[in-house]
């Protein structure tokens, strides 16, 4: 490790750690623009310069490596010139926005020039002019105050994958935009903003509507997908102005997907907002909670339990529904579910759901296989982990399932899942970089999952797994264990509601079952709590209690409409596809009379004759807890223990298909989002803009 010395203080660093780096090791702030600790090394903005001992010039410190040896002043009188310098070259051009631009009051150029620039400027001609460019629906330009930094041509070109943005011209001609005009096409987008150190970039939706420091800041999870990501609410008064990522290397890095950052705006439209009765001209009229409940408890009064059904949804969090499940155990019902899209997994060990390799063991797998998953749709920040992965060491990607552009150059094996019996065979060409991995990996997705064989694929992809070493506790190559088989979800309430059991009990129907039943009138009433992707045209004949935030699908069909709270209007409990438990904190208010989602079973239960044992938020988290010892441990993977699972059995020859057919409108509040409707129709199917 080499010693080097900042200041006056000594400090041994990693080899191929740089100068920059070194000096944030010790606490010494180094002003940049260009470096970003995710992004490859530009060295093209020169505010990071400081005096290297011997050297007749200042050097870029993000771009030197440390050596041994070398002694580094950050603070000497020809290092402030050199910065003030650099400052007077960036403002030439640099438009006086500030009063008017988003950026303000969070900007590194305004930020940096305060502590490091000088206090006048000597240039007085004309300041150049650059067109603004368009970027699409979610990316609003002011190419008049970009400095070049070129983060959001690495950020797209590495991390997004969509190398789609370049700069063009020379000198004081340079200009950056896309290659040709059209929408910038990554699920990843919205993270130029933030990565961008001036106003160049902001936010289309947010732009002109708020300052920083009017907005009150509230740590939350991503509920759009199960990735789990960490994200900042920022609120004013009653209205959520827009969503942040937060750091969380372990999950997401830096980043945040486009469709959890925009589709806030959902959550202002076709809100639910008053308890609703259906009347007998079949109109939906508001009542009171007493009413709501009453017509709920007449209805279930005669009703034997076998006869009474309940579906979640994907963004439900865990303390409703371990409040449901109770309720449906007190009611005599064996029929609850948590699968929506009718996956036919989570009813054995824990290992044959999770992603054990987990979100940040990706960087160290030497290969990887995807089995009926598009990860780029389904989960962006795995995408991202696995295109970094790629970057780094090359490693092959193949898939067997429908091919998508993904980022990264894929071997498509086909569609046929016979290939996976071929593969477990031996028969297959893949084997010579199975037989070579050290560390391979694959990921079985819904697209798998969701098929009448999935729990034969579950099997089949498991016996894979044991016979090519995706699994081993320990090797001579290899000290540490690994477990390179995944299951990737899409909901964010589905691990979850695997741990806490909600799954058929004993003769319980699963989801299909239920809507079967339901067509044959041998189900009787069914409540859906935030179910909203499921054939409603099977519940006609059914008594029906939806419990959402939106009148959407499930609201449509609903006998009695309980008004719940969103993810953003709540503190909730969420595990994330690799079994992390995570929190989120409540933002804002629910609009009118909604209510959090576990008090309003926790009211129902007590109006039907069965009281549920809890009162309060850490009442239900200790039922929590007493329920599954893993809710105890936040923001930490336990690791699964691997045993075997799996259903032998015929696989059939049907093609895999896509689970997703849009990335941006997948739910009840990205349904309602107009910013996501501008997407579909600009982004996902092409149309032109401008």
């Known amino acids: 490790m080499p010693k080097l010395t900042i200041d006056d203080k000594e400090i041994d660093v990693p080899e191929g750690m740089t100068v920059l780096q070194a000096a944030e090791m010790l606490g010494i702030e180094i002003p940049v623009f260009c470096y970003h600790p995710k992004l490859s090394i530009a060295g093209n903005c020169r505010m990071c310069l400081v005096d290297m001992e011997h050297s007749p010039k200042p050097i870029a410190s993000c771009a030197m490596p440390a050596s041994e040896g070398m002694v580094i002043r950050t603070q000497t009188p020809m290092v402030k ?63 008049n105050r970009c400095i070049q930094c070129t983060r959001c041509i690495r950020f797209a070109t590495e991390v997004a994958g969509v190398p789609e943005l370049g700069a063009t011209g020379r000198g004081e ?202 990860p780029r749709w389904e989960a962006p920040l795995i995408n991202a982990r696995i295109r970094k992965n790629y970057l780094y060491s090359g490693f092959p990607v193949a898939l067997v399932g429908p091919s998508h552009d993904l980022g990264y150059p894929v071997d498509s094996l086909g569609s046929d899942p016979l290939i996976l019996e071929e593969i477990l065979r031996g028969h297959h060409p893949i084997i010579s ?89 041998k189900l009787k009433a069914i409540y859906l709590l935030g179910a909203d992707e499921i054939d409603m045209a099977s519940l006609k004949s059914t ?50 009379d909604a209510k959090e989602d576990w008090k309003i079973i926790r009211a129902l239960s007590e109006k039907l004759g069965h009281t549920l044992p809890y009162n309060t938020l850490e009442e239900v988290r200790a039922r929590l807890v007493e329920a599954n010892s893993l809710f105890e441990e936040l923001d930490t993977v336990q690791r699964a223990p691997w045993l075997p699972f799996g259903q032998e059995g015929k696989i059939s020859s049907e093609s895999f298909t896509a689970a997703l057919e849009s990335f941006y409108m997948t739910d009840s509040i990205s349904r309602h989002s107009i910013t996501m409707a501008k997407c579909e129709r600009e982004i996902a199917q092409g149309a032109p803009h401008g």
């Open 81 to 143: 010139k050199a910065r003030q310098g650099v400052l007077e070259f960036l403002l030439i051009n640099h438009p006086l926005d500030c009063p008017i631009c988003d950026q303000g009051g969070e900007c590194d150029l305004q930020d940096i020039s305060v502590a490091y620039g000088g206090d006048s400027s000597r240039y007085a001609l004309n300041k150049r002019a650059v067109p603004d460019k368009e970027f699409g629906p979610l990316i609003e330009t002011a190419m």
């Open 173 to 374: 001609d340079m200009e950056i935009g896309t290659y040709i005009q059209k929408a910038i096409t990554s699920e990843l987008s919205g993270n130029m903003i933030d990565i961008c150190p001036v106003g160049a970039l902001t936010s289309k939706p947010y732009n002109y509507r708020g300052r920083s420091w009017e907005l009150s800041h509230t740590p939350s999870i991503d509920v759009f997908d199960a990735v789990g990501s960490a994200i900042r609410l920022d609120t004013r008064g009653r209205e959520v102005m827009r969503v942040l990522p937060r750091q969380n290397d372990e999950v997401n890095e830096d980043w945040i997907s486009d469709k959890v950052r925009f589709s806030y705006d959902g959550l202002k439209y076709q809100r639910l907002d008053h308890p609703y009765v259906r009347q007998k001209d079949g109109r939906l009229a508001p009542v009171s909670w007493d009413k709501a409940f009453e017509a709920i408890a007449e209805q279930l009064r005669d009703i034997p339990g076998n006869q009474i059904a309940a579906i979640v949804g994907d963004m439900v969090d865990a303390e409703a529904m371990v409040a449901l499940k109770d309720l449906m155990v007190a009611l005599g019902s064996p029929h609850i579910d948590c699968r929506q899209d009718g996956a036919k997994n989570g009813s054995e060990p824990r290992c044959s759901y999770l992603f054990n390799t987990t979100i940040a063991g990706i960087e160290r797998a030497d290969f990887c296989l995807l089995i009926g998953t598009n």
């Open 433 to 521: 970089l199975l037989k070579t991995a050290k560390r391979p990996m694959m990921i079985v997705g819904p697209g798998a999952l969701r098929r009448e064989d999935g729990a034969t694929l579950l099997c089949l992809a498991r016996q894979v797994a044991d016979k090519y070493g995706f699994i081993h506790q320990r090797k001579t190559t290899i000290p540490d264990p690994w477990n390179g088989f995944n299951v990737l979800h899409t909901a964010a309430s589905r691990v979850g509601g695997f741990d806490l059991g909600l799954l058929p009990g004993p003769k319980g129907y699963d989801v299909k079952g239920m809507l079967d039943a339901a067509a044959a009138k």
């Open 543 to 592: 008594f029906v209690i939806y419990q959402g935030h939106h009148g959407d699908r499930g609201a449509s069909v609903a006998d009695v409409v309980l008004p719940g709270a969103a993810y953003t209007e709540k503190s909730g409990t969420y595990v994330n596809t690799e079994g992390r438990v995570q929190r989120s904190l409540k933002a804002v208010s629910p609009p009118g």
